[in-house]
């Protein structure tokens, strides 16, 4: 199918370049006549703008693509006065990160050396503190001890978890343990952290809840607040990493440029960036499975070596 002429082409259009296929799909990004600009998903470079092309339509007619749902072209960052909003330090395709993986882990997701946490990988403790959750606080448990006014218990329990993991840092994980000391904070969040994990999907409502328990948390003057990525993703995580997503700010944001992603981060809580941090991890999950990922675990151990954490 040719695309016509001005004005068939439209921003959002996703076309390929009938010369040059190896660059893949792209996304037209603007309309100026008979010029149209367009980001072409695969083609390489690590500048941002590299796969940026500007296309005179009396030359080349473009095709417009079969699929018009192309999961990354679809989440691009906004577009604007011939740049990206989000300045980009390095680029890299979705190709290009996958033998980024591969280069420290070349079987993948089933290398020993990714496998074992005393050979330096990345997936044995998680899934061991994953375990932990489930056979302490999972099974009705969680509720169970909710309904005794165990609070005290379900706190023991969730740091015990917590500690098993090195993904929060040593004040994030102060600023857990000190606000959960509240007996009434504690309530609230582990009330609405059941509501979270007992609702058959992700619900916007209930974790918009449990974002605001969060943010809920005391904390003393001058120490780091509970109101953190980090400490409000950490425990939907690993309790069911195949639903919930893990968000270390830096690093997520890191790995979301290079893939030219938008996840419209706030540092604020809010289910804004954490929808956009699942619809991201879903799109990797997908894109992995042939290279043995199973979850967001593999998917988060991913991100962290495409951003700062694989420098």
Not at 223 to 239: E, G, Q, Y
Not at 261 to 286: C, E, H, K
Request: aromatic share 10%; with cysteine; proline share 7%.
């Amino acid at each position: 199918m040719t695309v016509p002429t001005e004005p068939g082409y439209r921003a959002g259009l996703l076309v390929v370049h009938p010369q040059r296929p190896e660059w893949g799909p792209g996304r037209v990004l603007s309309v100026d006549g008979t010029k149209i600009t367009v980001y072409f998903r695969d083609l390489p470079g690590e500048h941002p703008e590299a796969a940026v092309r500007t296309i005179e339509t009396r030359y080349v007619s473009l095709d417009a693509a079969t699929d018009q749902s192309d999961p990354f072209l679809k989440n691009l960052p906004p577009y604007a006065n011939g740049r990206f909003e989000r300045p980009l330090k390095r680029r890299v395709t979705l190709r290009e990160g996958i033998d980024l993986f591969g280069s420290r882990y070349p079987l993948f997701f089933e290398d020993p050396g990714y496998l074992k946490h005393a050979e330096g990988g990345e997936r044995e403790y998680k899934w061991r503190a994953h375990e932990k959750f489930v056979s302490t606080l999972g099974g009705g448990r969680l509720a169970a001890l909710l309904a005794d006014g165990e609070v005290a218990e379900i706190r023991r329990r969730v740091l015990a978890v917590e500690g098993l993991l090195n993904l929060v840092s040593i004040y994030e994980k102060a600023a857990l343990r000190d606000g959960l000391a509240d007996y009434s904070g504690a309530l609230r969040l582990f009330s609405a952290l059941r509501r979270v994990l007992e609702a058959p999907g992700v619900d916007p409502a209930l974790f918009e809840e449990y974002l605001a328990a969060v943010e809920s948390l005391p904390s003393e003057a001058g120490k780091t607040s509970p109101a953190k990525w980090t400490i409000a993703t950490i425990l939907p995580f690993v309790a069911d990493p195949v639903r919930f997503m893990f968000l270390k700010p830096a690093v997520t944001q890191q790995c979301a440029d290079r893939l030219t992603f938008d996840l419209a981060y706030r540092p604020q809580l809010n289910w804004v960036t954490y929808s956009r941090l699942l619809a991201m991890a879903g799109i990797l999950l997908a894109a992995l499975r042939p290279y043995g990922a199973r979850d967001f675990i593999d998917v988060q151990s991913f991100i962290w070596r495409i951003g700062d954490g694989g420098d």
